[in-house]
């Protein structure tokens, strides 16, 4: 049976729009949420592109760095004492900087650096890649509920002279707020306890 003509440009028409609803709106949607997610990440590198940290706190100034060797430990510290660090308070760290993202931007004169403690951070981040790339993380006191920590990352003025300024997990400041025994790699008791002796029963004589 021949189909009508107009019954045949509704039918190309419908398929038409129905292609433009999947591609748009159902497809589409699906990669203008993966370009948000992306825009709203931190950084782009990988943990495996880290080669050292510099974090600075008011307490402290740890510099820490991969481990050339293969085992562990996987990072070393090298100031304000040598030895070997903990890996797991490293990389809990390294993969805060790798995933974490920002809540939000605001863009802000840089004169309002103040009104964030961004000017006086509680904390400094400095990451060198195995590139020789450098970035930096500057972390500012909480927002006004405390669900959030103000941010720089890799600051640079506008050339409006505004700066952005982010919102980022308080986590941060839970990886960084760290006693240098903290970062040390956990000391293995079990290695120095004596070897564990069972005395020989004494002989009994006979009558």
Do not use: C
Not at 59 to 79: A, Y
Not at 102 to 129: H, V, Y
Not at 172 to 198: G, M, Y
Request: proline share 7%; glycine share 4%; hydrophobic share 35%.
């Amino acid at each position: 049976m021949k189909l009508p003509k107009t019954t045949l440009i509704l039918i190309l028409l419908t398929l038409g729009l129905g292609s433009f609803v999947y591609f748009y709106e159902i497809r589409g949607a699906t990669v203008r949420e993966e370009i948000k997610e992306q825009k709203q990440q931190i950084f782009s590198f990988a943990e495996d592109d880290v080669q050292s940290l510099t974090v600075k706190t008011k307490k402290l100034t740890l510099n820490l760095e991969r481990s050339p060797e293969s085992s562990n430990p996987k990072w070393v510290i090298k100031s304000p004492i040598s030895g070997p660090a903990n890996d797991a308070i490293v990389s809990y760290l390294t993969d805060l900087l790798v995933k974490g993202n920002s809540d939000r931007t605001l863009l802000t004169p840089a004169k309002e650096l103040g009104e964030f403690a961004l000017d006086q951070p509680q904390a400094t981040i400095n990451i060198t890649l195995k590139n020789r790339q450098s970035h930096q993380l500057i972390l500012g006191k909480s927002n006004f509920n405390g669900r959030f920590l103000y941010a720089q990352a890799d600051p640079a003025s506008k050339p409006d002279g505004n700066i952005n300024v982010l919102l980022v997990s308080t986590d941060f400041a839970n990886a960084v707020n760290r006693e240098l025994s903290e970062w040390k790699q956990p000391v293995d008791n079990s290695q120095k306890l004596p070897p564990l002796t069972i005395p020989k029963p004494t002989p009994t004589n006979s009558k």
